[in-house]
């Protein structure tokens, strides 16, 4: 083979990293020409045949049969538009692929797959940390149907970014007590393993939701008895994966769990979910002993009337000066990663922050984390917003406007 079609190449590394996570086929195919220097050649189907097809599609965590599919024909068609000849092992794999697979229908009996998500490491990044490799591959079964009833086992733009913000500040994540509201797939507590928090809890209402991040956390040896011998992140004794219905939990039951740092990805969905996701945080930010605006180990159901305090929330941008250190010190902080969908439910999640003294800062723009997925043609950074939140007994802070708010698609 070239050594232009080196696997260690940035276009290669791409293309592969790709693959594994299951980008859409047309990016691929866009990767694959950025291979061969706008064309698919001979040598670059060679590199798919070998490093796509037979290395990594050989493995157990491995992309659908279906995926691999479509993937070959897209192949295929682009090298025959341009009348170039077609490495025969695409086409027998290919035609074997038709024969043992009927439209769809093994996609259809089984609507989980398992995406790698491989974390390439900028050079120079994380300089001081000990590291093995230059990239961190994560396995992860995840669902087909990411908006028809199985939210809470795909796989979220807010948690690719809140991944890439822990690898980006691993000091500010080691050695502390992280805990995660809804959790879903598990991506953010591993990162969190894998930059060696203290403890890692990851959580989630959902009971789908959460057999399926138990099953994550077994294929990456995260889980107390399973072989170490074959690990792929870090010690399986770091990560607790708790079931948590925010409506239900008790106050007693959650201050338990003192953590230093609370972590959420796209959680800012619901406006009927906003009063009790709320109420979780206030009891983990707030530094007294018990929740000043609750007597109740749990709110009642009164909507958006929720909260009685008088507190001032804080929203803005987080000024150049503040590091993320500044920031921990004040006490336990929390990160949200969302993607604004609603301008209407956020407006509402900053209205119960304010009734319960919670300063909620922007520091997308002054804390940019470095990019671990650029092969990731569908992951969209600029739609997702970072948040800082902390418990404020500032009653002089003023409310920032945020009619400028960004809103994703």
Same mark, same amino acid.
């Given at each position: 083979?070239?050594?232009?079609?080196?696997?260690?190449?940035?276009? &290669?590394?791409?293309?592969?990293?790709?693959?594994?996570?299951?980008?859409?086929?047309? &990016?691929?195919?866009?990767?694959? *020409?950025?291979?061969?220097?706008?064309?698919?050649?001979?040598?670059?189907? /060679?590199?798919?045949?070998?490093?796509?097809?037979?290395?990594?599609?050989?493995?157990?965590? *491995?992309?659908?049969?279906?995926?691999?599919?479509?993937?070959?024909?897209?192949?295929?068609?682009?090298?025959?538009?341009?009348? /170039?000849? !077609?490495?025969?092992?695409?086409?027998?794999? $290919?035609?074997? $692929?038709?024969?043992?697979?009927?439209?769809?229908?093994?996609?259809?009996?089984?609507?989980? !797959?398992?995406?790698?998500?491989?974390?390439?490491?900028?050079?120079?990044?994380?300089?001081?940390?000990? *590291?093995?490799? /230059?990239?961190?591959?994560?396995?992860?079964?995840?669902?087909?149907?990411?908006?028809?009833?199985?939210?809470?086992?795909?796989?979220?733009? /807010?948690?690719?970014?809140?991944?890439?913000?822990?690898?980006? @500040?691993?000091?500010?994540?080691?050695?502390?007590? &992280?805990?995660?509201?809804? #959790?879903? +797939?598990?991506?953010?507590?591993?990162?969190?393993?894998?930059?060696?928090?203290?403890?890692?809890?990851? #959580?989630?209402?959902?009971?789908?939701?959460?057999?399926?991040?138990?099953?994550?956390?077994?294929?990456?040896?995260?889980?107390?008895?399973?072989?170490?011998?074959?690990?792929?992140?870090?010690?399986? @004794?770091?990560?607790?994966?708790?079931?948590?219905?925010?409506?239900?939990?008790?106050?007693? *039951?959650?201050?338990?769990?003192?953590?230093?740092? +609370?972590?959420?990805?796209? +959680?800012? $969905?619901?406006?009927?979910?906003?009063?009790?996701?709320?109420?979780?945080?206030?009891? %983990?930010?707030?530094?007294?002993?018990?929740?000043?605006?609750?007597?109740?180990?749990?709110?009642?159901?009164?909507?958006?009337?929720?909260?009685?305090?008088?507190?001032?929330?804080?929203?803005?941008?987080?000024?150049?000066?503040? #590091?993320?250190?500044?920031?921990?010190?004040?006490?336990? !902080?929390? $990160?949200?990663?969302?993607?604004?969908?609603?301008?209407?439910?956020?407006?509402? %999640?900053?209205?119960?922050?304010?009734?319960?003294?919670?300063?909620?800062?922007?520091?997308?723009?002054?804390?940019?984390?470095?990019?671990?997925?650029?092969?990731?043609?569908?992951?969209?950074?600029?739609?997702?917003?970072? %948040?800082?939140?902390?418990?404020?007994?500032?009653?002089?802070?003023?409310?920032?406007?945020?009619?400028?708010?960004?809103?994703?698609?």
């Amino acid at each position: 083979m070239d050594e232009e079609f080196n696997p260690s190449t940035t276009a &290669c590394l791409h293309l592969v990293s790709a693959f594994l996570a299951m980008e859409p086929t047309d &990016c691929l195919i866009s990767l694959a *020409r950025e291979c061969g220097q706008g064309s698919i050649t001979m040598g670059v189907q /060679s590199f798919i045949w070998k490093e796509c097809i037979n290395r990594a599609a050989s493995n157990i965590n *491995r992309p659908s049969d279906s995926y691999i599919k479509n993937f070959l024909k897209k192949v295929i068609l682009d090298v025959e538009s341009h009348c /170039s000849d !077609v490495l025969d092992g695409l086409y027998e794999q $290919y035609a074997y $692929y038709l024969t043992s697979l009927k439209d769809d229908s093994l996609m259809a009996a089984n609507n989980r !797959v398992c995406k790698s998500i491989s974390f390439l490491f900028p050079d120079g990044c994380l300089e001081g940390t000990r *590291r093995p490799t /230059s990239k961190l591959i994560v396995p992860l079964q995840c669902s087909l149907n990411m908006l028809k009833g199985d939210t809470g086992c795909s796989i979220w733009p /807010s948690s690719l970014y809140l991944s890439e913000f822990v690898l980006s @500040h691993p000091k500010l994540f080691s050695d502390k007590s &992280c805990f995660e509201v809804g #959790s879903g +797939v598990g991506l953010v507590g591993m990162i969190l393993a894998y930059v060696k928090a203290k403890k890692v809890i990851l #959580s989630d209402g959902d009971f789908s939701s959460l057999a399926n991040m138990k099953r994550n956390l077994e294929m990456n040896q995260l889980i107390t008895g399973t072989d170490m011998s074959d690990r792929t992140i870090q010690d399986p @004794h770091l990560v607790d994966c708790i079931h948590l219905p925010w409506e239900s939990a008790s106050e007693s *039951r959650l201050r338990d769990f003192r953590p230093d740092i +609370v972590l959420g990805a796209d +959680v800012i $969905y619901d406006p009927l979910c906003l009063p009790h996701l709320i109420r979780i945080l206030s009891i %983990f930010l707030n530094p007294v002993e018990s929740n000043p605006c609750q007597g109740k180990d749990a709110p009642e159901d009164n909507g958006l009337a929720f909260g009685s305090c008088l507190g001032r929330a804080v929203y803005g941008e987080a000024s150049n000066t503040e #590091s993320q250190c500044d920031i921990a010190k004040k006490g336990t !902080v929390a $990160y949200i990663a969302t993607v604004i969908r609603n301008l209407d439910t956020f407006h509402c %999640f900053l209205k119960l922050t304010r009734e319960n003294h919670l300063s909620v800062v922007d520091i997308t723009e002054t804390q940019k984390p470095l990019e671990f997925l650029s092969y990731m043609q569908s992951y969209n950074r600029s739609s997702v917003r970072l %948040f800082s939140i902390s418990f404020s007994g500032d009653q002089n802070s003023s409310m920032v406007a945020i009619d400028d708010c960004k809103s994703g698609s």
